[in-house]
């Protein structure tokens, strides 16, 4: 079985900033783009930001400049830094990875860790 575990998440004063880390782990072959999906109360699920395998960079157009998505592709880790938080960054922040595991290609979610922005 995989699991994407996230880290990272907490309560931070408006300005400040976190970091989360998303490890996958289990009997995987390939894992092709990794990314960081949020969703606060009422609203719908969001991207914030993915990477490829390549390494190609997309984000969310209200994070562009403040957050940074990396990978550490021999942890199988993907990390998302958060700076100059503000207080609509609030939400449950979901890791997301497409790989391929057991020879299936297949999308996974993480359990989401809370990020508060708050004074």
């Known amino acids: 079985q995989v699991q994407l575990v996230e880290s990272g998440g907490g309560l931070v004063q408006p300005g400040g900033s976190l970091r989360l880390s998303c490890a996958a782990s289990?009997?995987?072959?390939?894992?092709?783009?990794m990314g960081w999906y949020r969703q606060a109360p009422g609203k719908q699920r969001e991207l914030v930001a993915s990477?490829?395998?390549?390494?190609?960079?997309n984000y969310g157009d209200s994070v562009k400049g403040r957050f940074t998505i990396s990978r550490d592709n021999a942890k199988n880790t993907v990390y998302l830094q958060m700076n100059s938080l503000k207080p609509e960054d609030t939400a449950v922040y979901y890791c997301?990875?497409?790989?391929?595991?057991?020879?299936?290609?297949?999308?996974?979610w993480g359990q989401g860790t809370q990020v508060t922005v708050s004074s």
């Open positions: 289990g009997s995987i072959l390939i894992i092709y783009a």
């Open positions: 990477i490829g395998s390549g390494g190609g960079l």
């Open positions: 997301n990875a497409d790989l391929v595991a057991t020879m299936t290609r297949a999308n996974y």
